[in-house]
């Protein structure tokens, strides 16, 4: 399980006025003027009106967890993991997911990280999904349901995340005929995005 480093470079033509400042924070942060951008990150962040407002916190935290063009501080990217995680956002849950799971800058708590990654998950994060299964599989942080880790790591699958298909399989290796066809029938509903499910050899 790897830390999602994403930054959300979306140079979208925006009129709004109150969104510009984000967009003008991303061109700065593109523009290597990283103390210039984190100010008005930080402007977007305390405005509780603004729409771009946990995605503000999300790139604050990213900034100073990785170290982009200034010093590494992981005390303050967990406060605006923290914060923006509060709002929902999904990829500062799964990177606080991925804190907790790691013992990041916090003590290591493998059921805090698979509340983080569910939240995560339950907001369409496709890697949280895959986690989310890695973790139903091995009993990490919950109890160990293959049932569960098999829906999830069909749901990732579908969301793009190609190392699924190994443990799709290895699950459909493992059950009777009858139980993987009842597991694909209770699935398939799930399945908007046609994937091949797997068939029994038997």
Do not use: C
């Not at 790691?102 to 990654?117: H, R, S, T």
Request: glycine content about 4%; cysteine-free.
């Amino acid at each position: 399980m790897f830390k999602y480093l994403l930054f959300l470079l979306l140079l979208l033509a925006n009129s709004e006025l109150i969104a510009n400042d984000y967009y003008k924070a991303l061109e700065l942060f593109n523009k290597k003027k990283i103390n210039e951008s984190i100010v008005i990150f930080k402007k977007v962040a305390d405005n509780e009106s603004h729409e771009k407002r946990s995605d503000a916190m999300f790139n604050i935290a990213l900034i100073y967890d990785n170290g982009f063009g200034i010093q590494t501080d992981k005390t303050r990217a967990l406060y605006y993991y923290e914060a923006a995680s509060e709002l929902s956002n999904k990829y500062a849950l799964f990177n606080l997911g991925w804190m907790y799971y790691n013992g990041e800058n916090v003590n290591k708590d493998v059921i805090k990280a698979f509340e983080l990654y569910k939240l995560a998950s339950d907001f369409g994060h496709p890697r949280a999904m895959y986690n989310i299964a890695n973790m139903h599989f091995s009993g990490t942080g919950t109890i160990k349901d293959l049932k569960m880790a098999y829906k999830m790591f069909l749901k990732s699958k579908m969301n793009g995340i190609t190392e699924s298909e190994y443990y799709i399989k290895l699950i459909s290796n493992s059950l009777t005929p009858e139980e993987l066809n009842l597991l694909n029938s209770e699935f398939d509903s799930l399945i908007e995005k046609k994937i091949i499910l797997p068939v029994s050899n038997d």
